[in-house]
């Protein structure tokens, strides 16, 4: 039984919808996928937005706008943080919920600390020097190796991106709340993934996220780091297919 429905995914710091082609070339027949590009990402008009709340707010436009009542709604690293400011607004919108490369915590001091040099970096010197710090951090140790146009490819999606949304989204995750005490209230089926050489968000990250949610699943893929999906392609997609025929099963 293949998932009817919609899966919204949202993608992470600093790129754009373009992340999520991967899984949209393996939807499964009959479900529907809707990647958002976050306000002043790759197509979208709108202006950057400063806070979580508010670039959860685009989300549920752009489901509004594409009347799309319930979803399996997720994303990955910064749009699992949008996710999770989503379900404390509106959670009756959630079918279930995917988490990849991702954490509950709020930034330390010190993540609060480099985020301020990160919008000082971009507005000086633009979005190519931010890829140039990102990059050796976004892809695992084994990508770098064995698959190195990724790098171009990610670094592609980075310098396309302007400025001032990626300042913008910086200082929307530095000042994110905490959300681990949601985890215990999140009462639809949960897919967590982690890429097994994720230094941005390790997969303890992911099995705090699991430990927290009543019910979820995890997933570590081996072979992947922080932008899993793109890395380990088929893998994550596998995952996401069997999870969405799971939440199909379930309703
Ligand atoms: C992301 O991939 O969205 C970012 O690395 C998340 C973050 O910096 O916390």
Same mark, same amino acid.
């Given at each position: 039984?293949?998932?009817?429905?919609?899966?919204?995914?949202?993608?992470?710091?600093?790129?754009h919808?373009?992340?999520?082609?991967?899984q949209?070339?393996?939807?499964?027949?009959?479900? +529907?996928?809707?990647?958002?590009?976050?306000?002043?990402?790759?197509?979208?008009?709108?202006?950057?937005?400063?806070?979580?709340?508010?670039?959860?707010?685009?989300v549920?436009?752009?489901?509004?706008?594409?009347?799309?009542?319930?979803?399996?709604i997720?994303?990955?690293?910064?749009?699992?943080?949008?996710?999770?400011?989503?379900? +404390?607004?509106?959670?009756?919108?959630?079918?279930?919920?995917?988490l990849?490369d991702?954490?509950?915590?709020?930034d330390?001091e010190?993540?609060?600390?480099?985020?301020r040099?990160?919008?000082?970096t971009?507005?000086?010197?633009g979005?190519s020097?931010?890829?140039?710090?990102?990059?050796?951090?976004?892809?695992?140790?084994?990508t770098?190796?064995?698959?190195?146009?990724?790098?171009?490819?990610? +670094?592609?999606?980075?310098?396309?991106?302007?400025?001032?949304?990626?300042?913008?989204?910086?200082?929307?995750m530095?000042?994110r709340?905490?959300?681990?005490a949601?985890?215990?209230?999140?009462?639809?089926?949960?897919?967590?993934i982690?890429?097994?050489?994720?230094?941005?968000?390790?997969?303890?990250?992911?099995?705090a996220l699991?430990?927290?949610?009543?019910g979820?699943?995890?997933?570590?893929?081996?072979?992947?780091?922080h932008?899993?999906n793109?890395?380990?392609?088929?893998?994550?997609?596998?995952?996401?297919?069997?999870?969405?025929?799971?939440?199909?099963?379930?309703?």
């Amino acid at each position: 039984m293949s998932f009817e429905g919609h899966v919204v995914l949202i993608h992470a710091f600093p790129l754009h919808a373009e992340l999520w082609k991967p899984q949209v070339e393996r939807a499964p027949a009959g479900t +529907r996928f809707l990647t958002p590009d976050l306000p002043g990402f790759g197509r979208s008009r709108e202006v950057p937005v400063r806070s979580m709340e508010d670039l959860a707010r685009s989300v549920l436009r752009a489901l509004d706008e594409a009347k799309i009542d319930r979803a399996v709604i997720g994303g990955l690293s910064m749009g699992g943080y949008v996710t999770l400011a989503l379900y +404390r607004m509106a959670a009756e919108r959630f079918a279930g919920m995917i988490l990849a490369d991702t954490r509950a915590t709020a930034d330390t001091e010190q993540q609060r600390e480099g985020r301020r040099k990160m919008i000082a970096t971009v507005r000086e010197r633009g979005p190519s020097a931010v890829a140039d710090e990102m990059l050796p951090k976004l892809l695992g140790e084994t990508t770098h190796r064995q698959q190195p146009a990724l790098a171009a490819r990610v +670094r592609a999606m980075i310098e396309s991106n302007p400025a001032e949304a990626i300042a913008a989204a910086a200082e929307a995750m530095m000042g994110r709340p905490d959300s681990t005490a949601l985890l215990p209230s999140i009462s639809v089926p949960t897919l967590i993934i982690s890429g097994a050489e994720d230094v941005l968000t390790p997969p303890s990250d992911a099995e705090a996220l699991h430990a927290g949610i009543p019910g979820s699943r995890l997933a570590i893929l081996n072979n992947a780091g922080h932008l899993s999906n793109l890395e380990a392609p088929d893998a994550f997609s596998l995952t996401l297919n069997a999870f969405l025929t799971s939440v199909s099963a379930s309703r």
